[in-house]
């Protein structure tokens, strides 16, 4: 009885360390039939503890993992990236390294962006392929379809105030109504009654206005109508007539009333909205049956949209001419505007708005700055905002945003960045670039003119500065060798620049993009891109998965960032937008119409 027992336990500690044996191999090259991950080194004969489930082979080898890694990671490049980064490594040793595989991701990107596209733009030494990936498929998701679906609720919005507007003529149409019987009473009331015998005397009252009723004139203004029928004098009879007449247009009236009330239905009706009488809001479509059917037809509702907008309550009483998301993860937004104000939004609340948190101000100010706010940057929790009275004015997100420190330019300050720590760099009119230490009561630490006329957008790192100027160049700057190391020439000016990894895209004034690689300090033009702006490209946000633009041309754009450029969707707004912001997937941009307006994915 004891002899079984030992043979089965000697088996079961065999395969088991030649389970682990073979999950703790590593990998050799693909071709390596014997050495793939596919064959976790485990000899076909082989049992497996039927207490511990694997996706290793089957004592017959039929089982997933006996397949050609090329099969396998075929197999994987169709699981959704989020799967293949944090659930394949979960499973074993072998799956995990699918995600280890950079040929793998090339084809699921190459996927993503289309055969004929070029991915990424710039170098490929040391790109992340797993999080780009993985940030091209939520952009997908998210965005796909936005644009109609945004159109299809502007169309519905439109319909709804044609109803409004309707229902609004039909009210002023009763209302002309009730006006013009009233006037034919209070006329009626003061005619003088003719007794028999005497002959009527023709009579005017003044201010009295002409009526059209049935396409009938009652009378002309200052003068009353006069009895045609035989040219017989008007007696008390008549009166009654008069009476029987005004009744009978009363009950013209009201059926005119009821015929527009109809007609005001069958509006609705047409464009598919129907006003819920007991008060509540209005309802898209016919109305659902009792068991939830539409016009007798059981069919799903269709799923709501990946994102929710969310139009910020009316802070600004002028143009909004820059946005900054802030926080980390979307959770706070900054908005500068014309009316010289800085005010900080709450995203976190739920609902279809945010909720206003701070209108910054320091002491014995009125406003947060003199002139226009223009341009913000962040780091950590310092907040900086320039403006066109020719100041940087600090502020500490932390601290409530109480105020931090005072930096003033000799001109109009048009751009800002915040490349580390306590170092912030400003773009002024003067064609200057300077560079402030925050720290310090004297913060200015160098002021370099760079360019020949108006320096309109500015990206740096710890090393190097990036910045572009009204007079068609872009110039990079080394800061630790203190030169200036490139200038190049363009045929347009740049407004917006962004810098991520190696690199750097911007728009320019004619609705164009530029792509440009940033390496070593060696700066390279790569491609221009027509993505459909026809005006200035005010603002860019590039990432490795992702590309957001906006332009003056009243349009937001979301592609993804291969060459050429693959656009997701296209938001149509009703003013020209000045600028955007990205941050953990919440996109946020700054109107002319002194508003701010936030996408994010729904909660």
């Not at 299809?152 to 009210?171: D, F, H, M, W």
């Not at 002024?428 to 560079?435: E, G, H, L, P, Q």
């Not at 500015?458 to 190391?485: C, N, P």
């Not at 728009?507 to 940033?518: I, P, Y």
Request: one cysteine or more; a negative charge; hydrophobic letters at 35%.
């Amino acid at each position: 009885m004891s002899e079984p027992r030992v043979t089965v336990g000697q088996d079961e500690a065999g395969a088991g360390r030649g389970e682990k044996e073979a999950k703790s191999a590593p990998l050799k090259q693909p071709s390596n039939e014997a050495s793939r991950p596919g064959q976790l080194g485990l000899h076909p004969g082989s049992p497996l503890p039927s207490a511990e489930p694997s996706p290793s082979p089957s004592a017959e080898g039929s089982g997933l993992l006996s397949l050609p890694w090329e099969m396998v990671a075929r197999i994987a490049s169709h699981l959704p990236a989020q799967c293949v980064i944090t659930v394949l490594p979960q499973v074993c040793h072998a799956l995990g390294n699918v995600g280890k595989d950079s040929t793998a991701w090339q084809l699921r990107a190459r996927r993503l962006t289309g055969p004929r596209a070029s991915f990424p733009v710039g170098p490929r030494d040391g790109f992340d392929w797993p999080s780009a990936c993985l940030e091209m498929e939520e952009l997908i998701a998210c965005w796909t379809g936005q644009g109609e679906r945004a159109a299809r609720e502007a169309e519905q919005a439109e319909r709804e105030r044609e109803v409004e507007r309707a229902q609004e003529r039909e009210r002023d149409r009763e209302a002309l109504a009730e006006e013009g019987i009233r006037e034919w009473e209070e006329v009626e009331e003061g005619r003088p009654q003719v007794e028999e015998g005497v002959e009527e005397v023709d009579f005017q009252v003044e201010g009295v206005m002409a009526v059209q009723w049935d396409g009938e004139e009652l009378m002309e203004e200052g003068e009353m109508q006069q009895d045609r029928e035989g040219d017989l004098p008007m007696g008390v009879g008549e009166g009654e007539e008069r009476q029987e007449a005004a009744a009978e247009a009363m009950m013209e009236e009201e059926r005119d009333d009821e015929q527009g009330v109809l007609e005001a239905i069958e509006v609705e009706e047409r464009v598919g909205v129907l006003a819920d009488r007991d008060g509540q809001d209005y309802i898209a479509g016919p109305r659902l049956g009792r068991e939830g059917e539409r016009n007798g037809s059981s069919r799903a509702p269709s799923p709501p949209p990946a994102l929710e907008r969310l139009s910020l309550p009316s802070g600004h009483i002028a143009e909004v001419n820059s946005v900054l998301l802030v926080g980390g993860d979307g959770a706070v937004c900054a908005s500068g505007s014309r009316d010289r104000n800085v005010n900080l939004w709450d995203l976190r609340d739920g609902g279809s708005t945010g909720r206003l948190l701070h209108t910054l101000g320091g002491q014995g100010l009125f406003s947060t700055h003199k002139g226009w706010v223009w341009c913000l940057a962040a780091r950590g929790p310092l907040l900086a905002s320039g403006s066109f009275d020719s100041t940087v004015r600090l502020w500490d997100l932390g601290a409530q945003g109480a105020e931090r420190g005072l930096i003033r330019a000799r001109a109009a300050v048009l751009c800002l960045a915040l490349p580390q720590k306590d170092v912030l760099l400003a773009g002024t009119y003067d064609k200057k670039v300077s560079v402030y230490d925050t720290r310090v009561a004297e913060p200015l630490v160098k002021s370099l003119r760079l360019h020949s006329n108006a320096v309109l957008c500015l990206v740096a790192d710890e090393q190097y500065i990036l910045s572009g100027s009204k007079d068609r160049t872009v110039v990079i700057y080394d800061r630790r060798a203190g030169k200036t190391l490139q200038k190049l020439q363009l045929s347009s000016y740049l407004l917006s620049m962004c810098y991520s990894d190696s690199e750097v895209w911007a728009g320019d004034n004619r609705g164009m993009l530029h792509a440009f690689s940033m390496q070593a300090g060696f700066f390279k033009p790569l491609s221009q891109f027509d993505v459909g702006h026809t005006s200035l490209v005010t603002g860019i946000h590039r990432s490795p998965g992702s590309l957001y633009t906006c332009s003056a041309d009243r349009t937001i754009k979301v592609h993804l960032p291969c060459s050429p450029p693959r656009t997701l969707c296209t938001l149509h707004h009703q003013a020209g937008v000045n600028g955007l912001s990205v941050e953990a997937g919440v996109l946020a941009i700054a109107s002319g119409e002194m508003c701010v307006e936030v996408w994010r994915a729904r909660r």
